[in-house]
């Protein structure tokens, strides 16, 4: 799960960086391109998980994409208010994102990641479809 599992640390490492610049008194425009960039990253992320759902039989398809087109939604109107100045990047949003991302990936992953696993057992084989 080489691809997934650096999805995910791209992700941590944006909202790390994100908590540091809101804490350190970053700009808007520098927390404002912190926050596209790691919209971007999870839309991108959400799709890779989404298109190995048949490939791997997972399950719980339905209900985990049905999860992504919720925070994809909820992501999509706090980038276009923090992109119109409206909203400021602040630890409120710093600590909603830190929780579903925690959510994300302890919860709702868990049994995708089993799925992957059970139809990539070899991990070498795993790691290169992914
Ligand atoms: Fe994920
Ligand atoms: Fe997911």
Not at 113 to 124: E, K, M, N, T
């Amino acid at each position: 799960m080489a691809l997934l599992d650096a999805q995910h640390r791209a992700m941590t490492d944006l909202i790390n960086d994100l908590h540091q610049a809101v804490d350190g008194g970053a700009d808007p425009e520098v927390t404002g391109k912190l926050f596209s960039e790691l919209v971007a990253v999870t839309v991108q992320h959400f799709a890779t998980e989404e298109a190995l759902f048949p490939e791997v039989h997972y399950p719980e398809a339905d209900h985990h994409r049905a999860w992504h087109h919720k925070l994809r939604k909820e992501l999509a109107v706090l980038a276009s208010e923090v992109a119109s100045g409206w909203r400021k990047v602040d630890t409120d949003l710093i600590d909603w994102l830190k929780g579903w991302f925690v959510n994300h990936v302890v919860v709702a992953d868990r049994p995708f990641a089993l799925a992957v696993r059970g139809a990539f057992p070899d991990a070498s084989i795993r790691n290169q479809a992914l």
